[in-house]
């Protein structure tokens, strides 16, 4: 058991090395409203390749997620293109029953410019699918560390108490999740780390006027 844990870790610190050491693009946004722990910003519309996996684990779903993201940049899809690497890896959370208050997590990773208009279809055991992300405003509450399991959940709900007491307190957007993790470090980095906890908001009636903005700019 410790032998198969040691290895999973290895491949992960590979993978995420990859990906994160190299990443560069990132998604579009403008902050349009500033608190001292969190604050609400105005993302473009913008493509994503996604993965969906049933796991009761965050940290699990998230490598074995990223794993066939991995694969589809390397050149596992149609077109046998490889992709430049992005930042962040996006897990978003599924509402359920679970520990973690979930039931199901969707691993997501920014397409590059030169694919955002047109995806190379991913190889079908892969079991990825394109993802739009249509403009919205978007709660994030930074935190530091490592994201795990203890951690996403606390972080989430701290999110969460901090808009109960703003005009967004009734203004989460829920979907097909509850709310998402980004993270932009490789494991083995273990100070200054980012992570950030994002929640959508819909911004009608708060007065955002610049959500429907189309100023925009890049972390």
């Given at each position: 058991m410790e032998k198969s844990r040691r290895l999973m870790m290895a491949v992960a610190s590979l993978l995420c090395c990859a990906v994160l050491c190299n990443g560069s693009e990132s998604p579009q946004y403008v902050v349009v409203h500033s608190e001292s722990d969190f604050e609400i910003r105005f993302y473009r519309d913008s493509t994503w390749m996604s993965a969906r996996v049933l796991d009761l684990s965050f940290q699990k779903a998230t490598l074995f997620g990223f794993h066939r993201l991995f694969q589809f940049t390397e050149g596992a899809n149609l077109n046998f293109s490889r992709l430049p690497m992005t930042v962040p890896v996006v897990t978003s959370v599924v509402p359920g029953a679970?520990?973690?208050?979930?039931?199901?997590?969707y691993v997501r990773l920014y397409l590059p410019t030169k694919f955002q208009d047109s995806p190379p279809v991913p190889l079908p055991?892969?079991?990825?699918?394109?993802?739009?992300?249509?403009?919205?405003?978007?709660?994030?509450?930074?935190?530091?560390?490592?994201?795990?399991?203890?951690?996403?959940?606390?972080?989430?709900?701290?999110?969460?108490?901090?808009?109960?007491?703003?005009?967004?307190?009734?203004?989460?957007?829920?979907?097909?999740?509850?709310?998402?993790?980004?993270?932009?470090?490789?494991?083995?980095?273990f100070i200054s780390r980012v992570n950030e906890v994002w929640v959508d908001i819909d911004a009608s009636g708060t007065g955002l006027d610049m959500c429907n903005s189309t100023k925009i700019a890049s972390y």
């Amino acid at each position: 058991m410790e032998k198969s844990r040691r290895l999973m870790m290895a491949v992960a610190s590979l993978l995420c090395c990859a990906v994160l050491c190299n990443g560069s693009e990132s998604p579009q946004y403008v902050v349009v409203h500033s608190e001292s722990d969190f604050e609400i910003r105005f993302y473009r519309d913008s493509t994503w390749m996604s993965a969906r996996v049933l796991d009761l684990s965050f940290q699990k779903a998230t490598l074995f997620g990223f794993h066939r993201l991995f694969q589809f940049t390397e050149g596992a899809n149609l077109n046998f293109s490889r992709l430049p690497m992005t930042v962040p890896v996006v897990t978003s959370v599924v509402p359920g029953a679970g520990p973690l208050h979930s039931s199901a997590y969707y691993v997501r990773l920014y397409l590059p410019t030169k694919f955002q208009d047109s995806p190379p279809v991913p190889l079908p055991e892969l079991k990825l699918e394109p993802y739009t992300w249509d403009s919205h405003c978007v709660a994030v509450r930074k935190f530091s560390g490592f994201a795990t399991d203890d951690t996403i959940l606390k972080e989430a709900e701290t999110l969460g108490n901090s808009l109960s007491k703003t005009p967004w307190a009734n203004s989460t957007s829920y979907t097909d999740y509850a709310y998402s993790i980004a993270q932009y470090d490789p494991p083995f980095r273990f100070i200054s780390r980012v992570n950030e906890v994002w929640v959508d908001i819909d911004a009608s009636g708060t007065g955002l006027d610049m959500c429907n903005s189309t100023k925009i700019a890049s972390y």
